[in-house]
């Protein structure tokens, strides 16, 4: 496979790629890195798509077993549809709110940082990383992984670090907060992400990854790596 | 299982999963129109469809890409009965579709009015894949296209936004 037929490949279905894809990929470094920015536009690309939808839209379907006298199929399953809508935004009302503020704020973070979404076996920069470190007031066991990214990032008026690990589930993305506490542990899930936003120190740590990842297993690594002692 | 919709306990089982589906074939449905009004008569039309022949569909994998069909041919259909009037796609990134306006961030946004822009042809496909999770054979079949056709018109919507993404860049920096 040359370079062009590769990123046909690629360009055309970058979420799938077969065995000669990913063969040409692992010894052209050129061809590696477009199929990774492919893959970060595809990212940004289901963002865009993902417009929101509204309870109604999201309302439960009503079976429209019986005809009700007066009202036509149409009619008395937008009643239905209306009725459970107002159900599913009072849940919504109970079940959004502050609890996951703190979970939304750090999506909406990652979006603005699309190096979280690389996969990649070159380590982050060591001067940087540690650097990084030091603004946040700890330290990182080696045990973490490979931090292909460090960045310190304004977060909620604070500087926090932002890492990006790499695990066999892909990239995951830390961020260590010292200035949240949440009361428990939270988690999430949305746009294909999951989550978990643990206490941990005098704060919290964040953990972000594909929804598919082993959430439980990276989180425990990366809060015993994290050492706060630094303060 | 051969009907698995059928009786009540398959009335149950459709409804349930329809409720699953009903966020993303609005989506469908609103990329399709780039409409979020139309999206939603197009959604209500074609889950009154399938539910009057949900016993026709005999496996339960095969739902996703059959509700799919029947909203490109809800959404075709109700294109045949009224003839929208265009509209500009300015008018419809700013204010026929505030959602559109309102995206979270300005790449978002960007991102969201280049995808509004594709011609038909591209765009479809391409969320198709993306957002509904259709294997490029998949496509090829609710598409009534060659696997080949597919592969070429998922490549070229996403070099279009690229070029697109990196123009709107260079603007901004001029």
Request: aromatic residues 4%; glycine residues 6%; contains cysteine.
């Given at each position: 496979m040359d370079c062009l037929e590769f990123r046909r490949l690629a360009g055309a279905d970058p979420?799938?790629?077969?065995?000669?894809?990913?063969?040409?990929?692992?010894?052209?470094?050129?061809?590696?890195?477009?199929?990774r920015r492919t893959l970060e536009l595809d990212r940004r690309i289901l963002a865009a798509l993902s417009v929101p939808v509204s309870p109604q839209d999201a309302g439960r379907v009503a079976a429209p077993a019986a005809p009700i006298p007066g009202l036509d199929r149409r009619r008395w399953y937008a009643l239905a549809a209306s009725i459970v809508a107002g159900v599913l935004v009072g849940s919504l009302l109970w079940l959004g709110g502050p609890r996951n503020s703190l979970a939304q704020d750090v999506l909406a973070h990652m979006d603005h940082e699309p190096e979280a979404f690389v996969v990649t076996a070159v380590p982050a920069d060591p001067a940087v990383l540690g650097r990084v470190l030091e603004r946040g007031g700890i330290r990182?066991?080696?045990?973490?992984?490979t931090v292909s990214y460090a960045n310190s990032c304004r977060f909620r008026g604070r500087t926090v670090p932002h890492l990006v690990v790499q695990t066999d589930g892909g990239p995951v993305t830390v961020m260590v907060l010292r200035n949240e506490r949440p009361d428990t542990a939270v988690a999430f899930a949305e746009h294909g992400f999951s989550g978990t936003i643990v206490p941990a120190g005098p704060g919290s740590i964040a953990v972000v990854g594909a929804a598919d990842a082993d959430l439980a297993r990276i989180t425990e690594r990366v809060l015993a790596a994290v050492d706060w002692s630094q303060e | 299982m051969n009907a698995p919709f059928t009786g009540k306990h398959g009335e149950s089982a459709f409804a349930r999963l329809c409720d699953e589906l009903r966020p993303d074939l609005f989506r469908f449905a609103f990329w399709l129109a780039r409409d979020r009004q139309v999206a939603e008569d197009v959604v209500q039309e074609s889950l009154l469809r399938a539910w009057r022949s949900r016993e026709s569909l005999t496996e339960i994998g095969a739902a996703k890409p059959w509700l799919l069909t029947i909203v490109r041919r809800e959404h075709a259909r109700l294109y045949e009965r009224k003839r929208f009037e265009t509209v500009p796609v300015d008018d419809?990134?700013?204010?026929?579709?505030?959602?559109?306006?309102?995206?979270?961030?300005?790449?978002?946004?960007?991102?969201?009015?280049?995808?509004?822009?594709?011609?038909?042809?591209?765009r479809e496909p391409l969320v198709l894949q993306v957002l509904m999770g259709l294997?490029?054979?998949?496509?090829?079949?609710?598409?009534?296209?060659?696997?080949?056709?597919?592969?070429?018109?998922?490549?070229?919507?996403?070099q279009k936004l690229r070029k697109r993404l990196v123009v709107g860049a260079n603007d901004e920096g001029d």
């Open positions: 979420q799938h790629p077969d065995a000669a894809v990913l063969e040409h990929a692992a010894g052209c470094p050129r061809c590696a890195g477009y199929l990182l066991r080696p045990e973490v992984g | 419809l990134v700013g204010s026929e579709s505030p959602e559109l306006a309102a995206a979270e961030d300005q790449q978002v946004l960007d991102l969201r009015r280049a995808i509004i822009e594709l011609e038909d042809d591209y294997s490029t054979d998949e496509i090829a079949t609710q598409l009534g296209l060659t696997q080949a056709a597919v592969l070429t018109r998922l490549f070229r919507a996403r």
